[in-house]
């Protein structure tokens, strides 16, 4: 499986963005897809992740912020980062878990200024 994540950039305190991911390869129909992130000099991070029945799980410090929401049919996860903070400022990355596998895409960087 693999991973294409795109959508990072520079935005203001306050504003937003939108994250995009796109898996290829074999897909199982069953699987959990999410975002974490690695802000600069700390440990990765969960964001959020979703399953392919729709359930979904936030962190707390994004809960009420960022929305996770998926495309089953095109195999893509996106994520919805509005009232954005500096401290999101982060590298994000898409992970794909089935099977007991998980697969991560290539980190997309998001500066928050402030």
């Known amino acids: 499986v693999q991973l294409q994540a795109s959508g990072g950039g520079l935005v203001q305190a306050g504003g937003s963005l939108r994250l995009s991911c796109a898996a290829s390869?074999?897909?199982?129909?069953?699987?959990?897809m999410g975002w974490y992130r690695q802000p600069p000099g700390k440990q990765r991070e969960l964001v959020a992740t979703?399953?392919?029945?729709?359930?979904?799980n936030y962190a707390g410090s994004v809960k009420g912020r960022f929305t996770i929401s998926r495309d089953n049919a095109k195999n893509t996860v996106d994520l919805q980062m509005n009232s954005l903070k500096p401290e999101d400022t982060a590298v994000y990355y898409c992970?794909?878990?089935?099977?007991?596998?998980?697969?991560w895409g290539q980190g997309t960087l998001v500066t928050v200024s402030s």
């Open positions: 992970r794909q878990r089935q099977r007991g596998d998980e697969y």
């Open positions: 390869g074999s897909i199982f129909s069953i699987n959990v």
């Open positions: 979703i399953t392919s029945g729709g359930n979904s």
